[in-house]
Structures are given as structure tokens and as C-alpha cells.
């Protein structure tokens, strides 16, 4: 079982930053392919970025050029930088893992483990 636990959000204005943290309690952490969702009220559950156990890592349109993902293997931790904040990056952000990886790091169903969420509000 691997617990997760997100951390960073909280309520900015547009043009500035955030970072999110997400910290694993998984032995080997290294084995697991990683993602960031967002979901506002009324909406979808939204791939946001995706960093897969090699360390490839994936955007969603609305966030390239504005957001980085990482992965510190020794710490556990994913972290999602944020810069260039928009009104519309408004949402709760979920970290979320799985064993592995392959395709379809965007696809919400594949991810086993899921944290609590952390809000982010970004006012215009």
C-alpha cells in the first residue's frame, strides 16, 4: 500500500507561482510512474502532468511552458513547479502513482494510488 500526500497549494494571483509537493511512502519509489490531476467544480478530472519511472515526463496542453514536473527517488517525492499561474489552473490538485508504467500516464483509471488533494486558487 503506498500512501501519498500532497502539499504546496493555497490561493495566489495570476502571473505567480506555486510548488506542489507529493510525498510517497513506498519503499522503491523509483518503480513507480507518477502524475498530477486537477479537477475543478463541475469538471473532469484533467491530466496535468505525468513523469513516468525512467524520468520521462509529459504535459498537458493547457500547462506547457508554465509547469515542471520532478521526481527526487532518494526523498519519495514528485513535485509539480507551477509558474505563470492562470485563473483557469484553478482546482483541487491530486498526486497520483502507479506500479510501473507504460502508456496512458494521462489516463486517470490507470493510477492505483491517490492522495487527499491539495487546492489551488489562482484570483485574476
Known amino acids: 500500500q503506498v500512501q501519498l500526500v500532497e502539499s504546496g497549494g493555497g490561493s495566489v494571483q495570476a502571473g505567480g507561482s506555486l510548488r506542489l509537493s507529493c510525498v510517497a511512502s513506498a519503499y522503491g519509489a523509483s518503480r513507480y510512474s507518477m502524475a498530477w490531476f486537477r479537477q475543478a467544480p463541475g469538471t473532469e478530472r484533467e491530466g496535468v502532468a505525468a513523469?513516468?519511472?525512467?524520468?520521462?515526463?509529459g504535459y498537458g496542453d493547457s500547462v506547457k511552458g508554465r509547469f515542471t514536473i520532478s521526481k527526487d527517488n532518494a526523498k519519495n517525492t514528485l513535485y509539480l513547479q507551477m509558474n505563470s499561474l492562470k485563473p483557469e489552473d484553478t482546482a483541487m490538485y491530486y498526486c497520483?502513482?502507479?506500479?510501473?508504467?507504460?502508456?496512458?500516464?494521462?489516463?486517470?483509471?490507470?493510477?492505483?494510488?491517490w492522495g487527499q488533494g491539495t487546492q489551488v486558487t489562482v484570483s485574476s
Open positions: 513523469i513516468d519511472r525512467d524520468g520521462n515526463a
Open positions: 497520483a502513482a502507479v506500479r510501473g508504467g507504460g502508456s496512458g500516464l494521462f489516463e486517470w483509471r490507470k493510477y492505483v494510488y
